[in-house]
């Protein structure tokens, strides 16, 4: 296992057109995080999976954005009706239930850069 | 989570030690400082945390005052590769929390 993997690693899209993007958690991991980066900002939170299950979503995910993790191992973020606002990095990150060592668990992937012309 | 405040940027000769200030002076007792870096086009990468003690590993050394106001990480020979975003971050030590990142410290280390 290399770690946490996402695909596509660049997407330029269309204003209006759906997009989906693909997270591959490292395997023993039972948490999954998605993060939103704009240029120049450090990553902010949008939603996190335990096993397959939503806890959380942060106010910056909109109706038009939806993650899933269907079976606890993968996840998808799709981002419906895409707007020039939608323009981010992606990132993906995954843990164990518990840090061990603390800290060093939470392990993000390279993330999927989206232009949204 | 505390909030953090930490220098917009910062440069450093290859070979010297760097030396990052943080402060996180609403910091409570049960918050533990994390540090991460993220290079260009990858993901933020995990370099160390303390909650009172200073700490150390392969990749740097975390100072923490007594007070636990400010924390320093220090990278103790800064190389072409440590060229990053430096994010200082303080959250509680409970499993699976999300991490709330400021705009951290862009270090740029010259030859």
């Known amino acids: 296992d290399t770690g946490v993997s996402q695909n596509p690693r660049h997407k330029i899209t269309k204003r209006g057109q759906n997009v989906t993007f693909r997270c591959d958690p490292i395997?023993?991991?039972?948490?999954l995080y998605w993060y939103r980066q704009t240029l120049g900002q450090g990553p902010e939170f949008l939603t996190y999976?335990?096993?397959?299950?939503?806890?959380?979503k942060s106010r910056l995910l909109s109706d038009r954005f939806s993650a899933e993790r269907p079976k606890g191992s993968f996840s998808t973020l799709e981002i419906q009706r895409t707007e020039q606002g939608d323009s981010a990095m992606y990132l993906c990150a995954s843990s164990p239930s518990r840090d061990s060592p603390l800290g060093a668990g939470y392990t993000f992937g390279s993330g999927t850069r989206l232009t949204v012309v | 989570d505390a909030k953090t405040t930490q220098p917009t940027s910062m440069d450093c000769a290859e070979g010297r030690a760097a030396n990052l200030p943080c402060n996180h002076s609403?910091?409570?007792?049960?918050?533990?400082v994390y540090w991460y870096r993220q290079i260009h086009s990858q993901g933020p990468q995990y370099i160390i945390h303390g909650l009172k003690n200073n700490e150390t590993n392969e990749m740097a050394s975390l100072i923490i005052t007594e007070d636990r106001k400010s924390s320093t990480l220090i990278l103790p020979h800064a190389t072409l590769r440590d060229t990053a975003v430096y994010y200082c971050?303080?959250?509680?030590?409970?499993?699976?929390?999300?991490?709330?990142f400021g705009g951290g410290t862009r270090v740029l280390v010259k030859p």
């Open positions: 395997s023993e991991h039972n948490r």
């Open positions: 609403t910091i409570s007792g049960n918050e533990y």
């Open positions: 971050i303080v959250r509680v030590e409970a499993a699976g929390n999300k991490l709330t």
């Open positions: 999976f335990q096993n397959e299950a939503q806890l959380e």
